[in-house]
């Protein structure tokens, strides 16, 4: 079975800063892997995502994640922050079939002035 | 016009009630899939349904049934609803495509409360 770990389900950066949002997934073969965001009031958004190839995976607004099989992890990562990145993120992995997506349990990420 | 709907956005019900939430997709997309998100345990997947005459439960099926009424559509109903269902739902769906980089699009979620 396959689990998804995100540690912190708080993070508070100022604007500026470097933002880290951390994520391990437990499975029996290197999943395929995913960030969302959630903004208040929505629907979930695809960030990025990794099935194959290159491990550092870029995604939309400045946002990148490595994927590090030694570490089984999959850590979301951006520069910079901007207000506006001010919501819940998500960490996610499917099986290669892409039968069932599971998901981590959400960092909310808060950006201070 | 969005890809993925849901109705209602918000409902308030009883302990006992009925209820159906509905889902429909423009993406023209084979696999529907409904989620609960809960504060603190992210989203659990109730069922998914591969096309129309496939449909299979998720982790946390009991309590809920589902209907695919249609390849656009994809109903979740609560038959006896309980205050512990009280959740926001959300509803996806996928495309496997030739690539088999599979992406979930998410509908903008129910909010539903059982008193």
């Known amino acids: 079975a396959q689990s998804v770990t995100q540690l912190g389900s708080h993070v508070s950066v100022s604007e500026g800063a470097l933002v880290l949002l951390r994520c391990n997934y437990s499975?029996?073969?290197?999943?395929?892997l995913f960030w969302y965001v959630q903004y208040p009031n929505q629907g979930l958004q695809l960030l990025l995502k990794?099935?194959?190839?290159?491990?550092l995976v870029k995604g939309i607004n400045g946002f990148e994640a490595e994927f590090k099989k030694s570490e089984t992890s999959f850590h979301l990562t951006k520069p910079s922050a901007h207000m506006s990145d001010a919501a819940e993120y998500f960490c996610?992995?499917?099986?290669?079939?892409?039968?069932?997506?599971?998901f981590g349990s959400g960092t909310k990420l808060n950006v201070k002035p | 016009d969005a890809d993925v709907t849901q109705t209602p956005r918000n409902r308030i019900t009883k302990t006992g009630k009925r209820i159906m939430l509905e889902c429909s997709q423009t993406?023209?997309?084979?696999?529907m899939y409904w989620y609960r998100q809960d504060p603190g345990l992210g989203l659990r997947l109730i069922y998914y349904?591969?096309?129309?005459?496939?449909?299979n439960k998720g982790e946390i099926s009991d309590g809920y049934s589902v209907s695919r009424q249609a390849q656009a559509k994809f109903s979740l109903s609560l038959e006896s609803a309980i205050p512990n269902q009280t959740a926001l739902y959300f509803c996806?769906?996928?495309?496997?495509?030739?690539?088999?980089?599979?992406?979930?699009?998410f509908g903008p979620g129910t909010r539903l409360t059982v008193l």
């Open positions: 996806a769906t996928s495309d496997r495509g030739v690539a088999k980089t599979d992406t979930q699009y």
């Open positions: 499975s029996s073969v290197p999943p395929y």
């Open positions: 990794y099935t194959t190839g290159a491990t």
């Open positions: 996610a992995v499917s099986d290669h079939n892409f039968n069932k997506f599971y």
């Open positions: 993406k023209g997309h084979d696999r």
């Open positions: 349904s591969f096309d129309v005459k496939d449909i």
